[in-house]
């Protein structure tokens, strides 16, 4: 059933529902989740389908599940048929190879029924802190998926609106904090119900052949903008390519190496000679790949307009099967997003020679991830299980200057977790957290900075690690410089001091310090050319030592930090 025509008004409204719905559905998964990896980090994304599983609309969340959504409704269909969605059902998927994300990603979707007919489909997805994998919250030196926790393939959860107890009693069984995990599971299904009550509202008051036309009118809207914006791209092919720091088991970089061809309307980001499969946990599969070029895409192509099914129309992926971005079994996935984000990083680098104006420089790539876990004493030796990522600096670009300590483009909206939350939860203290002075790489526009974040240990605390992007580090465009890479120093200024990037299972006590620092951006456009005034802002703001104002910017502040004009306009001829 199709209409053929709606007025563009009620198009807009029906365009904007959508989306507030998956936001509805965001925040009652947010709300009524158990822990604090999603209910603070906010460590989610939901979306809302169609009858065949396309986009309508999808909440702020984590861009790295752009359009990735709805692979799991098109995959239970080919397995099973589209008649196996009955109403009162709900789905759970995890499986790496199928979704394309580690196993911690829990997709959990249901069909939406209206007078007997399907209409469309709510799905959610949120990282379940334990999974049962030989660590608790996930391995940084798995070698197999089967060290990494249990897998599901599509699998029923609810049947006629009615849990099944046999599967819930199975995830129970199988993780570390089942009651923790079956409340987040049962919030995700809550989300869905949400979805579905808004999505039949929305039917009753404008019709299933109204929706209809409308969804196919904002459907072409995106294509043919997309399709006008591609072919404003000169034709022509554009390469780049970026390392990882290791795999997590063997010390040697790990190519990404990209090819983009532009013709006409069309684009195809090609990843031949990228590294094979890794014996390391840094595999991804497919799915997630499409979805992380479609992140960059989107950040260059219409990045004001929301995603929906008409999007990516004029988009092609393709990856060698057996390299790290069409990982198959028994490959390690933990990591999956670390290619990914220099991915990213990359398809805006090849692309910034002939869309100046849309690319910026690099930002701090990766995650950087810190999780720990022990048995609290202040709660009679209770299991604790905390983590998080952390922020670092943004590129700058033609305009601006990168952001300062801000989530990286694979999580989007994921917070790091407040500190009053993570003092109350596990046993430590932040003592200092703050921007890392002079990691932004400098440039007319100058690089975002860096964060550090001090954990004073008040237990024996078992600590993972994963930090990435050192080889690679933020770059600039365009003259700009490139950014300083992280580093984690434990027990800083003793004579137990040692730097760490990556860690598994590392064993500290009582009195330990953990001091994590973030990498920043890369800068934008020569560096003398930054205003003189910026820097010296730069300087009083602590973003910028004394040092890199004389040595990089050309700009020489006396002791008062006024400018000493005479001094700086010599030292700025000189470097031109």
């Known amino acids: 059933m199709v209409a053929t025509h709606t007025d563009p008004v009620t198009t807009e409204i029906?365009?904007?529902?959508?989306?507030?719905?998956?936001?509805?559905?965001?925040?009652?998964?947010?709300?009524?989740?158990?822990?604090?990896?999603?209910?603070?980090?906010?460590?989610?994304?939901?979306?809302?389908?169609?009858?065949d599983g396309n986009v309508l609309g999808q909440s702020a969340g984590l861009p790295i599940f752009l359009g990735n959504l709805e692979i799991c409704v098109k995959l239970t269909a080919e397995l099973f048929g589209w008649d196996v969605f009955k109403p009162g059902d709900v789905w759970l998927m995890n499986d790496s190879y199928m979704t394309g994300t580690h196993l911690h990603d829990a997709t959990i979707y249901a069909p939406i029924f209206w007078q007997g007919e399907r209409v469309g489909f709510s799905c959610t997805r949120a990282h379940w802190h334990d999974v049962g994998g030989k660590d608790p919250g996930g391995s940084t030196d798995s070698t197999s998926i089967y060290q990494e926790g249990i897998r599901f393939p599509p699998t029923k959860i609810y049947e006629n609106g009615e849990p099944r107890h046999d599967i819930h009693e199975l995830i129970k069984r199988n993780v570390r904090f089942g009651y923790g995990t079956i409340g987040d599971m049962n919030a995700q299904v809550a989300a869905c119900r949400t979805g579905e009550q808004r999505v039949q509202q929305l039917l009753e008051r404008f019709g299933y052949e109204t929706i209809l036309a409308a969804r196919d009118s904002i459907f072409a809207q995106s294509e043919v903008l997309e399709r006008e914006t591609v072919?404003?791209?000169?034709?022509?092919?554009?390469?780049?390519?970026?390392?990882?720091?290791?795999?997590?088991?063997?010390?040697?970089?790990?190519?990404?190496?990209?090819?983009?061809?532009?013709?006409?309307?069309?684009?195809?980001?090609?990843?031949?000679?990228?590294?094979?499969?890794?014996?390391?946990?840094?595999?991804?599969?497919?799915?997630?790949t499409v979805s992380a070029c479609r992140v960059a895409f989107k950040m260059l192509i219409n990045p004001e307009r929301p995603v929906d099914g008409g999007t990516f129309k004029t988009l092609h992926v393709t990856a060698p099967e057996g390299s790290i971005f069409y990982a198959s079994e028994p490959a390690a996935c933990e990591w999956y997003f670390t290619p990914l984000g220099l991915l990213i990083d990359l398809i805006v680098k090849a692309l910034a020679p002939v869309m100046p104006q849309q690319?910026?420089?690099?930002?701090?790539?990766?995650?950087?991830?810190?999780?720990?876990?022990?048995?609290?004493?202040?709660?009679?030796?209770?299991?604790?299980?905390?983590?998080?990522?952390?922020?670092?600096?943004?590129g700058a670009y033609h305009n601006g200057d990168g952001q300062d300590g801000l989530i990286?483009?694979?999580?989007?909206?994921?917070?790091?977790?407040?500190?009053?939350?993570?003092?109350?939860?596990?046993?430590?203290?932040?003592?200092?957290?703050?921007?890392?002075?002079?990691?932004?790489?400098?440039?007319?526009?100058?690089?975002?900075?860096?964060?550090?974040?001090?954990?004073?240990?008040?237990?024996?605390?078992?600590?993972?690690?994963?930090?990435?992007?050192?080889?690679?580090?933020?770059?600039?465009?365009?003259?700009?410089?490139?950014?300083?890479?992280?580093?984690?120093?434990?027990?800083?200024?003793?004579?137990?001091?040692?730097?760490?990037?990556?860690?598994?299972?590392?064993e500290l006590g009582d009195g330990d310090v953990i001091l994590l620092q973030t990498g920043g951006g890369g800068g934008y456009g020569p560096p003398?050319?930054?205003?003189?005034?910026?820097?010296?802002?730069?300087?009083?703001?602590?973003?910028?030592?004394?040092?890199?104002?004389?040595?990089?910017?050309?700009?020489?502040?006396r002791d008062d930090l006024s400018v000493d004009d005479a001094a700086t306009r010599q030292l700025r001829e000189s470097m031109q």
């Open 231 to 288: 072919r404003h791209i000169p034709d022509g092919t554009y390469t780049a390519e970026g390392f990882l720091d290791n795999d997590g088991i063997r010390d040697e970089p790990v190519a990404v190496r990209l090819r983009i061809d532009v013709e006409g309307e069309q684009m195809t980001m090609n990843l031949d000679g990228s590294s094979p499969t890794t014996r390391g946990p840094v595999n991804c599969g497919f799915a997630q």
């Open 408 to 506: 990286n483009t694979v999580n989007g909206g994921f917070k790091d977790i407040p500190v009053e939350i993570l003092e109350t939860k596990y046993p430590m203290m932040l003592r200092r957290y703050g921007l890392r002075t002079d990691t932004g790489g400098p440039g007319r526009f100058r690089g975002g900075c860096g964060v550090y974040r001090e954990y004073h240990l008040e237990a024996d605390t078992v600590v993972y690690l994963w930090l990435e992007r050192s080889v690679t580090p933020g770059w600039g465009l365009f003259g700009g410089g490139d950014a300083v890479g992280p580093d984690v120093v434990i027990n800083p200024g003793t004579d137990s001091e040692q730097h760490l990037l990556k860690a598994n299972a590392l």
């Open 528 to 557: 003398h050319e930054r205003e003189v005034d910026r820097v010296r802002r730069d300087v009083l703001d602590g973003y910028v030592s004394l040092d890199m104002a004389r040595q990089i910017y050309g700009v020489v502040l």
């Open 359 to 394: 690319a910026a420089g690099a930002h701090y790539g990766d995650s950087m991830v810190i999780h720990y876990a022990g048995d609290d004493p202040r709660h009679d030796g209770r299991p604790f299980l905390g983590g998080e990522p952390n922020p670092g600096g943004w």
């Open 14 to 51: 029906i365009r904007n529902a959508f989306i507030a719905i998956a936001d509805d559905m965001n925040a009652a998964l947010i709300r009524s989740a158990y822990t604090p990896v999603i209910y603070e980090g906010k460590d989610c994304s939901v979306a809302l389908l169609d009858a």
